[in-house]
């Protein structure tokens, strides 16, 4: 018995769809909907339906609102340090030309870090006392004395260091997604444009940004995404202190739905965080991906 192309087709997707079906598409649904009631923490406790009053309680919150803008804050600090430190390096690889691979391969090692791992690594670097970040730059004699500055403990600057292990463990992919972008760019036209008297300046934003434009919207889009959820690396730094100067929106979910037993209201959280991530997401790609004006 012969199966036509298409029915082969849809037996070899099944797998995955199921798999999306019941790990993605199914916890998403119970997000929704769970926002909509007042459930007990307690398993087999009550469930209230309460319509949107979960939702006035998110936007009421001086916590929630909070959270939101430091989540924004620090993922466009993440964001547009990575794709300049990664589009410098990526650069500078393509530059080197094949000179560059055992450089590309020891840029790449972050990225088997785990964050959890890293953000350890980075709070010894950093915390107050003993870090070896301020011990260095005191015997630099750049700081008066080792604790000068509380890396972790000043809420002024500890959304900013907090994000320094997220740059430190990404930036390699950034780059990677780039240098894969520079490799299709063809080098006859760079040529052409150099002999034409083009300079470095013209050179990057009159023709390279412009046609890595497509691999730059979905480097964004795919980092901003994964940078906004950020959750391991600040927890195990700072828990989201000092005075919730670093808590962020997916940890003020996990605090709201595990400290404070309000599964419902941390559903509503979530939802309203999973709508704005997307039509963010929606924006950028309309707005930096625009093969139409670039033919």
Same mark, same amino acid.
């Given at each position: 018995? &012969?199966?036509?192309? &298409?029915?082969?087709?849809?037996?070899? @997707?099944?797998?995955?769809?199921?798999? #999306?079906?019941?790990?993605?598409?199914?916890?998403?649904?119970?997000?929704?909907?769970? /926002?909509?009631?007042?459930? /007990?923490? *307690?398993?087999?406790?009550?469930?209230?339906?309460?319509?949107? =009053?979960?939702?006035?309680?998110?936007?009421?919150? %001086?916590?929630?609102?909070?959270?939101?803008?430091?989540?924004?804050?620090?993922?466009?600090?993440?964001?547009?340090?990575?794709?300049?430190? +990664? #589009?410098?390096?990526?650069?500078?690889?393509?530059?080197?030309?094949? /000179?560059?691979?055992?450089?590309?391969?020891?840029? @790449?090692?972050?990225?088997?870090?785990?964050?959890?791992?890293?953000?350890?690594?980075?709070?010894?670097?950093?915390? =107050?006392?003993?870090?070896? *970040?301020?011990?260095?730059?005191?015997?630099? $004699?750049?700081?008066?004395?080792?604790?000068?500055?509380?890396?972790?403990?000043?809420?002024? *600057?500890?959304?900013?260091?907090?994000?320094?292990?997220?740059?430190?463990?990404?930036?390699?992919?950034?780059?990677?997604?780039?240098?894969?972008?520079?490799?299709?760019?063809? $080098?006859?036209?760079? %040529?052409?444009?150099?002999?034409?008297?083009?300079?470095?300046?013209?050179?990057?934003?009159?023709?390279?940004?412009?046609?890595?434009?497509?691999?730059? !919207?979905? !480097?964004?889009?795919?980092?901003?995404? =994964?940078?906004?959820?950020?959750?391991?690396?600040?927890?195990?730094?700072?828990?989201? +202190?000092?005075? /919730?100067?670093? %808590?962020?929106?997916?940890?003020? *979910?996990? &605090?709201?739905?595990? &400290?404070?037993?309000?599964? $419902?209201?941390?559903?509503?959280? $979530?939802?309203?965080? #999973?709508?704005? @991530?997307?039509?963010?997401?929606?924006?950028?790609?309309?707005?930096?991906?625009?093969?139409?004006?670039?033919?």
């Amino acid at each position: 018995m &012969r199966i036509s192309d &298409r029915r082969f087709a849809l037996f070899l @997707m099944a797998p995955a769809a199921l798999f #999306l079906a019941i790990f993605v598409a199914f916890p998403l649904f119970r997000l929704v909907a769970d /926002s909509f009631y007042k459930i /007990s923490p *307690i398993a087999g406790g009550p469930r209230d339906f309460v319509g949107l =009053d979960n939702y006035v309680r998110a936007f009421a919150s %001086e916590a929630f609102t909070g959270a939101g803008w430091r989540t924004l804050a620090y993922t466009l600090v993440v964001v547009t340090l990575e794709f300049a430190l +990664g #589009l410098g390096m990526a650069l500078l690889f393509t530059m080197l030309g094949k /000179s560059s691979q055992i450089w590309r391969t020891v840029f @790449m090692y972050p990225l088997m870090i785990a964050p959890i791992v890293a953000g350890l690594l980075w709070k010894f670097l950093m915390i =107050d006392n003993f870090g070896l *970040i301020g011990t260095l730059l005191h015997q630099a $004699g750049i700081l008066s004395n080792p604790n000068q500055i509380g890396w972790l403990s000043d809420p002024n *600057i500890v959304l900013f260091s907090v994000a320094i292990p997220d740059i430190w463990l990404t930036t390699s992919f950034m780059c990677l997604v780039l240098f894969a972008g520079l490799q299709n760019i063809p $080098g006859d036209l760079i %040529e052409a444009a150099r002999l034409d008297g083009a300079r470095a300046h013209d050179l990057l934003f009159r023709i390279i940004l412009p046609l890595l434009r497509p691999v730059i !919207a979905v !480097a964004l889009v795919v980092r901003g995404i =994964d940078a906004a959820r950020a959750f391991d690396t600040i927890l195990i730094q700072t828990n989201g +202190g000092p005075q /919730s100067a670093s %808590e962020t929106m997916s940890l003020l *979910i996990y &605090r709201t739905m595990i &400290r404070f037993g309000d599964p $419902g209201l941390a559903s509503a959280m $979530g939802t309203i965080y #999973l709508l704005a @991530m997307l039509a963010v997401a929606f924006f950028a790609v309309a707005t930096i991906w625009r093969p139409g004006k670039d033919n």
